[in-house]
């Protein structure tokens, strides 16, 4: 039916409609009483005009530029949900925190009693832990994915898997066990241990996943404190180009394929193949040194979720449109 067809006057009076309910905001009963029609006829009506493409609707908010944003990232990286907060400050650590609570914020929204949360450790998901402020009580458990490494408050998993427990009001399991060991055969006895197996096959049940997503661009990363690589094994790592990123402790490239064999061999743990194996994994990361760790966990198809802020956000995308170059 071509709106036309219905002469001069159906088109004035549906032009009278959309004026008053789009421009106006009355009710489709208000419309039909002021013109002395059913709401029936109303609802008619302006279903006819969007149809036949009288009607554009244009959305304008504060932020819809970080909306059209996340709509980028979803549909060229094929995450399926980002979140991305506003550039607020200069300061990692200020991004950080940010980037925290709106991964905090996000993980209440989508968690259910009877829900297993498995974890990393490191700085992002201690500054989910600090940002939890439910409104509720939630009987899940959190669980590492990994070994841990005492002495600092991020990287020790047991930690902060017992700091997030608590704030949910859950319950935490401890797996104690470090994040490396000094070969794969160690490691394979490590993950055979009747205690630590049975913890990590809880993880590998995990519904949610919260990890963090690690830089490998300079000798001072964090991995390399875990690893506890020598100052010459630390630049050949560099140096080889291997090190996209890292999240569990188990590096990939910038293609998003696991590299550095032998010491991903190490890790006590969860493997990347088994985090694509969460139904909800929740990557939180900040900050331009991570646009290259991010670019590449996206290409290796690890997590569903992507918490990040704008400026790593534009530069992940800028990654995609130059072939990662």
Known sequence: ????????????????????????????????????????????????????????????????????????????????????????????????QAVGRAAANYLVQHLRDGDIICISGGKAVYAVSQALEPRRRFDVCVVPATGGVQGRHYTDVNHLATQIAERLGGKAYQLHAPIFVDTPEEREAVMSVRQIREVLDIARRAQIALVGVGSLASQSASYFDLAQLSEDEKKRFIDQGCGGGEILASVYGNDGQPCATSYNQRVIGLTLEELRAVPLAIGVAGTAEKIVPIYGALRGKYLKTLITDETAALGVLQLYQRGGS
Not at 43 to 56: D, I, M, S, T
Not at 81 to 94: C, F, K, M, N
């Open 1 to 96: 039916m071509i709106l036309y067809s219905n002469g001069y006057d159906n088109a004035r009076l549906i032009s009278k409609v959309l004026t008053l309910y789009y421009q106006q905001g009355l009710h489709q009963k208000e419309i039909a009483e002021a013109l002395g029609m059913s709401v029936a006829k109303v609802n008619r009506l302006l279903k006819l005009a969007r149809q036949q493409g009288w009607v554009e609707i244009t959305i304008r908010t504060p932020f819809q530029s970080l909306f059209d944003l996340e709509r980028q990232l979803q549909t060229i990286a094929g995450v399926p949900e980002a979140v991305i907060i506003p550039r607020l400050t200069d300061d990692p650590d200020g991004t950080l």
